[in-house]
């Protein structure tokens, strides 16, 4: 199923990038950081939304590498960041979808408002379609689904497509096995 979700991500200009375990997943998501030169600058920040498939971050040593990276998501650090990082609960194998609950607005916010989203999921969460997700979802609990298939785009009447009008012009999928 990960071979199909990988398809369809990679379809609609998702790089996708799998890892056996949160290490090397970090590693990949801090080199990445530093690749896109996250400095204090506006414009060059980073945010990142930390949850439970990359662990606790180390916000000593991170803060020393890349002085631009927040951990405290608002609007106005999401605003300035180049590059934000959230972890995602579902993908959808049949549509190469990210899906998560954004009911709280610091989960969504590295995803909507950043030129460079890197999105971290456990592949054992990947579903093979919407309506198995949909089945999952408990809309008592879940009051806002973020679903994300791909960059940012958009097309006129003309069929003029342009990406990142809308939100992040690069996606990242960080895909953990553990």
Avoid: N
Avoid at 82 to 94: H, P, Q
Avoid at 118 to 145: E, G, I, K
Avoid at 167 to 176: E, H, I, Q, T
């Amino acid at each position: 199923m990960f071979e199909q979700f990988q398809a369809r991500a990679q379809a609609v200009s998702a790089e996708v990038h799998r890892f056996a375990g949160a290490g090397p997943a970090l590693d990949f998501v801090v080199h990445t950081l530093l690749a896109e030169g996250v400095a204090p600058e506006p414009g060059r920040r980073a945010v990142w939304c930390p949850g439970p498939i990359l662990g606790p971050p180390e916000p000593e040593r991170l803060a020393r590498e890349l002085p631009g990276l927040t951990f405290e998501v608002t609007r106005a650090a999401a605003a300035e960041s180049k590059v934000g990082v959230s972890e995602l609960d579902w993908a959808i194998a049949d549509t190469g979808t990210l899906a998560q609950d954004a009911t709280d607005p610091r989960r969504r916010l590295p995803s909507m408002l950043t030129e460079t989203h890197l999105a971290v999921f456990r592949t054992a969460s990947l579903v093979p379609d919407l309506a198995t997700l949909l089945a999952r979802v408990d809309p008592r609990r879940m009051r806002y689904l973020t679903c994300i298939t791909g960059p940012s785009r958009t097309a006129d009447i003309e069929r003029v497509l342009t990406i990142g009008v809308h939100g992040p012009r690069r996606l990242l999928v960080v895909a953990v096995d553990a």
